[in-house]
């Protein structure tokens, strides 16, 4: 990360890091994806009375329903985790992590308008690895962002590539999804000593839900 990567963060409150994951991690966590959101949607189906959806992830997030989003994926906050060094590094701020959350976006899927909670006071969202097999044209999901000028900013990343924003202060959405699918992770940190400072997101320890 240079000087002026981190100055225009510092100025702006975002920054794009391009292969903050490497190819390997990010298609091993694309498939991690599509494996457990096919387990946890057969679990639902036939075992629907030990289906626990604090535990096994959720498709009823208001921000985006229908999407199954998962909250403290122990693979996830593994990588949370173990990234917390680059985010301090790309940022020039002492973090501490508070929880990751992930989503399994499919066609039509739209991500509503919004500001994220104390917890999210600095943020990264990654695309992991998605399906766009069913357009005949280039595509890429775009991000956008509410800039400090109040102008609408346009993002597109591929997988690995990781904007880190300002969670509590930078508004962000999605328009409505076209291709057949797209995992993403979200990694949460608060600065260490801050006016948060919510370790684990008020959890015991990582990788387990907010509610027990």
Request: glycine share 4%.
């Amino acid at each position: 990360m240079t000087n002026e990567n981190i100055n225009y963060f510092i100025k702006n409150k975002y920054v794009i890091v391009k292969n903050f994951l490497n190819t390997d991690i990010s298609n091993l966590a694309y498939n991690y994806c599509k494996i457990k959101v096919s387990s946890i949607d057969k679990k639902y189906f036939y075992n629907k009375n030990i289906y626990d959806e604090n535990w096994d992830g959720t498709w009823n997030d208001i921000q985006c329903k229908g999407a199954y989003s998962c909250y403290g994926d122990i693979f996830f906050d593994s990588l949370l985790l173990s990234t917390i060094e680059k985010m301090c590094k790309s940022t020039s701020l002492e973090l501490i992590p508070t929880y990751s959350y992930w989503r399994f976006y499919e066609k039509t899927d739209i991500l509503e308008p919004h500001i994220d909670r104390e917890s999210c006071e600095i943020s990264a969202t990654i695309p992991l690895g998605f399906d766009y097999s069913n357009l005949n044209k280039e595509y890429n999901w775009s991000f956008f962002i509410k800039n400090l000028n109040n102008e609408t900013v346009r993002i597109n990343l591929n997988p690995g590539d990781c904007l880190i924003y300002s969670g509590c202060e930078i508004e962000h959405w999605r328009e409505k999804f076209l291709g057949n699918n797209q995992a993403q992770v979200f990694l949460h940190y608060n600065i260490k000593n801050g006016k948060f400072n919510n370790l684990f997101d008020g959890r015991e320890t990582l990788g387990i839900p907010k509610k027990i």
